[in-house]
């Protein structure tokens, strides 16, 4: 807990600085205090010197102010003596002053000062001797400073002890102060924001207390409840247009299935022709033995052929999830193409299939790619209503796709071209959308192309259109060949 951490260490220095200072002013106070009044005793005492000295003085002379004198300071704390004025250097009463102290002594005035420093120092008042003018003579009265130095010392040592008692008072106060109301609750803050940050939003955080860290964890719940309302309402949404696009894929297979009706039933009526035909040679008994095995063979092949067309439809029109597995898109192409071959008859739309060549090994659900081929080829005969010529071509190439999502690598292609009008270049951008078509009211849902480019998606490919009005469209089909995993084209795993 850096912040934490940081706090406590703010909260013990402002409390440290506070208590040197307020330490530092009381011992400068005190001292200041203790000098004061020693400076007044000593500078009442030279007060009553200096009048008693130039009594005795003008009375007795100067050996009886000698004698006062010397009796005043034994054991006295307070040192008194006689000193003057202009006098030289060698005189016992010489005394050595500032110029500025002489002057205001000079005026009458009395003068203090300190000299020496630490315990050797001392506190030295003069007085002028009362009655004197100019002033000569001077009543000095000094005292040891040792004994103020001494305090200090006892006051700074006891200022240290103090504040440092103090000091681990306040660390241990700002470390369960801290801890308690700061680190903790971060530390349960930062925990719940990994959760959510995880996706775990089962958990509310509960912080006792009214201030700010409780406040930004009511808010970061309320964001949790939030979150969770949202992920609950998107999984709803998601699961609905899940099955809006299962639902829709499986109408535009039904509505597909109606149109490929004519071509199953121009698939169905030759075999039943056939069916019909050797049941009634068989029936008229007039047959040989060896004409009515091979009539009922040709019947039991004929109906094969109508099961696998019928299964083959069903399966077409049948709803489930994609189940991909290897397969050939030739085949799958070439079985569309016949299904589709009598409704393009009937249109004057002829079919043209190019070899294959075996370019087409890809891993798919052939019923949803049906579906894809299907629908194109619809959507490619509507487009010509007077008739025309579909190409159909089948190759690999190697090309990225258009999202730049992965490098170069094989595809087979699906091309599927035909003569119509072609797209308009403002509708081009929009042909994919769902429920966007360029039909007439009634003839489509606009719904085909976007289910086709959904489950090509799906498959790991893209389609490409390349129209011009007049002259056809140009439909490509991209699905990754069998050997590359469907994961780099998807970005997931692809279905078993």
Request: aromatic fraction near 4%; proline fraction near 5%.
């Amino acid at each position: 807990m850096r912040l934490a951490r940081k706090l406590i260490l703010a909260v013990v220095v402002a409390i440290l600085l506070v208590v040197v200072a307020h330490d530092y002013s009381a011992v400068k106070e005190e001292i200041r205090d203790h000098q004061e009044r020693l400076a007044d005793d000593v500078v009442t005492m030279g007060y009553g010197l200096s009048f008693t000295l130039s009594q005795v003085l003008a009375v007795s002379g100067p050996e009886a102010a000698e004698a006062l004198i010397a009796r005043r300071n034994q054991g006295a704390r307070v040192q008194a003596r006689w000193v003057a004025l202009d006098v030289p250097p060698t005189d016992r009463r010489a005394v050595r002053l500032p110029p500025e102290m002489i002057a205001e002594l000079r005026r009458g005035e009395p003068a203090q000062l300190i000299r020496g420093n630490g315990p050797s120092a001392r506190l030295f008042v003069y007085r002028p001797f009362a009655g004197q003018d100019p002033v000569h003579d001077l009543a000095e009265a000094s005292e040891s400073l040792a004994r103020l130095h001494q305090s200090q010392r006892r006051r700074i040592v006891g200022v240290i002890v103090e504040s440092g008692v103090i000091l681990l008072l306040a660390i241990g106060g700002a470390l369960a102060f801290g801890f308690r109301f700061v680190a903790q609750p971060i530390r349960e803050l930062v925990a719940q924001a990994r959760r959510i940050g995880a996706g775990d939003l089962s958990q509310r955080l509960q912080l006792k207390g009214h201030h700010e860290l409780s406040e930004l964890a009511a808010e970061m719940n309320l964001m949790r409840d939030h979150l969770r309302e949202a992920r609950d309402r998107l999984a709803a949404e998601s699961a609905a247009k899940l099955a809006a696009v299962d639902q829709l894929r499986h109408a535009e297979r039904v509505a597909t299935v109606g149109q490929l009706a004519s071509g199953v039933a121009h698939e169905l009526g030759t075999p039943l022709n056939v069916v019909a035909g050797h049941a009634k040679m068989i029936s008229s008994g007039e047959g040989t033995h060896q004409e009515d095995l091979d009539s009922a063979r040709v019947i039991a092949e004929q109906s094969a052929r109508m099961t696998a067309i019928i299964r083959q439809l069903l399966d077409f029109a049948r709803r489930g999830k994609p189940r991909l597995e290897n397969g050939d898109l030739g085949v799958v192409t070439e079985r569309t193409a016949k299904m589709l071959a009598h409704l393009a008859m009937q249109h004057q739309v002829l079919l043209r299939l190019s070899p294959t060549g075996g370019a087409g090994q890809v891993r798919m659900d052939e019923a949803q790619v049906q579906q894809v081929i299907a629908n194109l080829l619809l959507n490619a005969i509507q487009a010509m209503p007077e008739g025309g010529r579909i190409d159909i071509a089948l190759d690999q190439v190697r090309v990225s796709p258009p999202s730049g999502a992965s490098a170069e690598r094989d595809y087979a292609r699906l091309v599927i071209a035909d003569e119509g009008g072609g797209i308009p270049p403002d509708s081009l951008p929009r042909i994919f959308e769902p429920f966007f078509t360029t039909k007439d009211v009634g003839d489509g849902t606009g719904l085909g192309l976007s289910v086709c480019q959904g489950i090509v998606e799906e498959h790991g490919g893209w389609i490409e259109v390349d129209s011009q009005v007049g002259k056809g469209s140009r439909f490509s089909v991209y699905l990754p060949v069998l050997g590359a995993p469907m994961s780099d084209l998807t970005g997931g795993d692809a279905a078993p």
